[in-house]
């Protein structure tokens, strides 16, 4: 599953404000850090604020806020106000669409995206913030390993 441009800069977004929910951010200190234009992340972000995620407040100060609560909040509640759940059907089919082999890799390739959506489903703004602060601090998890993204909680579909 590959996410748009506008799908991960909402995430970083939402994990920036989620962060320290009491301050208000200014969305070209968050388009700085992650190195987008501020036009481009406002239209992001008035998204969010549409949906609840973020409050915006201007003027001196201004800017945005966390709205929603981190421990509920799952990386797919975001995902799905900017992506649409199984893509766009393609415009062309591809040679071997058709075919068996073809058909079977479909079906692997619409499994793991299922899986995806699964997984973005039980993963909250907490544990992703968590998750950030181990990475900040360079913590190593059992076995003397950092930690990663999959050390997050897994669906109950996707364990063995």
């Known amino acids: 599953m590959k996410l748009q441009k506008n799908t991960r800069l909402a995430l970083y977004s939402v994990l920036e404000f989620a962060s320290d929910p009491t301050r208000h951010i200014a969305a070209g200190e968050i388009a700085q850090r992650y190195g987008v234009s501020s036009h481009h992340l406002a239209k992001v972000l008035s998204e969010l604020a549409r949906a609840g ?29 900017f ?7 393609p415009s062309r089919r591809e040679a071997g669409d058709e075919t068996p082999v073809g058909q079977a ?45 999959s050390d997050a909680p897994r669906p109950a579909s996707a364990r063995g």
């Not at 992506?83 to 059907?89: F, L, M, T």
């Not at 619409?110 to 489903?121: G, L, Q, V, W």
């Open 53 to 81: 995620v973020v409050e915006s407040a201007r003027g001196v100060g201004g800017g945005y806020r966390f709205a929603a609560n981190a421990r509920r909040l799952t990386l797919m509640d975001v995902i799905q106000l």
């Open 105 to 149: 890799l479909a079906a692997v390739l619409a499994e793991i995206d299922e899986i995806a959506y699964a997984t973005f489903s039980t993963i909250t703004l907490a544990t992703m913030l968590r998750l950030i602060e181990r990475q900040r601090a360079g913590t190593p998890r059992a076995g003397g390993r950092r930690p990663a993204a």
């Open 83 to 89: 992506e649409e759940r199984g893509g766009a059907e």
